[in-house]
């Protein structure tokens, strides 16, 4: 139950209910289409192309930035003036709206709503080791989910800074690991403690369905509709499965709140998505604030996780038998 994991699957219902991508109006705009075809021709050949490669940061050729994307991200600001002229909306391009680049970073708020949720979730894993004792029941699985998710958020943080087609594959595929690795998670602490074949089962069963799925998305097609439908399917299972735990075991365990108040923060928060508006001050918009907001989250997740672990190692040394 990682903080951001049922947000992922809300607001991919949420997109996938919206339909599928597509090209996006800015980037249809005879005016935009022959402004790159334009630069590219004059800038992006010859000296000009050397005179470029020279005078670029070297932040910027790191992270893979090329005269022809430059073409672009000037064009998409001379479409937007004109829009803006007109009195028209803003306009999105290429699926996206126009974000004011910083250095590298293509989204730089979302760039940095990702990595504080990343540096969150390392500070709270930390934490955990320190507070819980690996004897701890739950101690190995919890670990090994934490950096799941820490693989995740490092993957949205390259995303937002700078779009490729692998990372945005890497960020959609870590993404789908986070939520399936929530099944085991859920599987091992509600079933598995008291039936280790099953987790184990399950284990192996979420394996060859996150194989097959990454498979599919990358040989088959890449299917954004299948690929929503299918994150935000076990997210669903995941959610319904732990409400259920906590209302089971709202009379015994005095720390459930905590897992409750998680779950409901989260779907909640990813109602932001709704919001869609062109970024404020070109910087932040409804995305970024959506994970700005998780961050706090992870906070009060892993307190749960803290009580949980210790509650499970105290009743393991007096003999009790396990919720």
Same mark, same amino acid.
């Given at each position: 139950?990682?903080?951001?994991?049922?947000?992922?699957?809300?607001?991919?219902?949420?997109?996938?209910?919206?339909?599928?991508?597509?090209?996006?109006?800015?980037?249809?705009? %005879?005016?935009?289409?022959?402004?790159?075809?334009?630069?590219?021709?004059?800038?992006?050949?010859?000296?000009?192309?050397?005179?470029?490669?020279?005078?670029?940061?070297?932040?910027?050729?790191?992270?893979?930035?090329?005269?022809?994307?430059?073409?672009?991200?000037?064009?998409?600001?001379?479409?937007?003036?004109?829009?803006?002229?007109?009195?028209?909306?803003? %306009?999105?391009?290429?699926?996206?709206?126009?974000?004011?680049?910083?250095?590298?970073?293509?989204?730089?708020?979302?760039?940095?709503?990702?990595?504080?949720?990343?540096?969150?979730?390392?500070?709270?894993?930390?934490?955990?080791?320190?507070?819980?004792?690996?004897?701890?029941?739950?101690?190995?699985?919890?670990?090994?989910?934490?950096?799941?998710?820490?693989?995740?958020?490092?993957?949205?943080?390259?995303?937002?800074?700078?779009?490729?087609?692998?990372?945005?594959?890497?960020?959609?595929?870590?993404?789908?690991?986070?939520?399936?690795?929530?099944?085991?998670?859920?599987?091992?602490?509600?079933?598995?403690?008291?039936?280790?074949?099953?987790?184990?089962?399950?284990?192996?069963?979420?394996?060859?369905?996150?194989?097959?799925?990454?498979?599919?998305?990358?040989?088959?097609?890449?299917?954004?509709?299948?690929?929503?439908?299918?994150?935000?399917?076990?997210?669903?299972?995941?959610?319904?499965?732990?409400?259920?735990?906590?209302?089971?075991?709202?009379?015994?365990?005095?720390?459930?709140?905590?897992?409750?108040?998680?779950?409901?923060?989260?779907?909640?928060?990813?109602?932001?998505?709704?919001?869609?508006? %062109?970024?404020?001050?070109?910087?932040?918009?409804?995305?970024?604030?959506?994970?700005?907001?998780?961050? %706090?989250?992870?906070?009060?997740?892993?307190?749960?996780?803290?009580?949980?672990?210790?509650?499970?190692?105290?009743?393991?040394?007096?003999?009790?038998?396990?919720?």
């Amino acid at each position: 139950m990682a903080p951001g994991l049922w947000a992922v699957a809300a607001a991919a219902l949420l997109l996938l209910l919206a339909g599928p991508g597509g090209a996006s109006q800015g980037d249809k705009e %005879p005016v935009y289409r022959d402004c790159v075809k334009q630069c590219s021709r004059t800038n992006c050949t010859g000296a000009r192309l050397r005179g470029f490669q020279s005078a670029q940061p070297p932040y910027m050729a790191l992270t893979g930035w090329t005269c022809r994307d430059d073409c672009r991200y000037q064009c998409m600001w001379t479409t937007v003036g004109l829009y803006q002229a007109e009195g028209y909306r803003v %306009p999105q391009f290429h699926g996206k709206w126009p974000f004011a680049r910083f250095l590298c970073f293509e989204e730089p708020a979302s760039a940095l709503a990702s990595l504080l949720n990343g540096l969150a979730c390392l500070l709270m894993l930390l934490r955990y080791r320190s507070a819980v004792p690996r004897q701890s029941p739950m101690y190995h699985t919890i670990t090994a989910f934490s950096l799941v998710s820490l693989n995740a958020w490092f993957w949205s943080t390259v995303f937002h800074t700078r779009d490729t087609y692998l990372t945005e594959k890497m960020d959609y595929f870590c993404a789908s690991a986070v939520i399936l690795y929530s099944i085991y998670l859920c599987c091992v602490r509600t079933l598995g403690l008291r039936r280790p074949g099953v987790s184990s089962m399950v284990g192996v069963l979420l394996i060859l369905a996150f194989t097959s799925h990454v498979s599919y998305l990358t040989f088959v097609s890449f299917d954004y509709g299948y690929n929503m439908a299918a994150n935000a399917t076990i997210g669903m299972i995941n959610l319904l499965w732990w409400l259920g735990w906590c209302w089971q075991n709202r009379r015994t365990l005095p720390y459930w709140w905590k897992c409750g108040v998680v779950v409901v923060m989260l779907h909640g928060l990813a109602l932001l998505e709704l919001l869609d508006f %062109p970024p404020l001050f070109w910087v932040l918009d409804a995305h970024a604030v959506w994970h700005l907001s998780t961050v %706090p989250v992870h906070f009060l997740f892993y307190s749960f996780l803290i009580d949980d672990s210790l509650h499970l190692l105290n009743t393991e040394k007096i003999g009790v038998k396990l919720e």
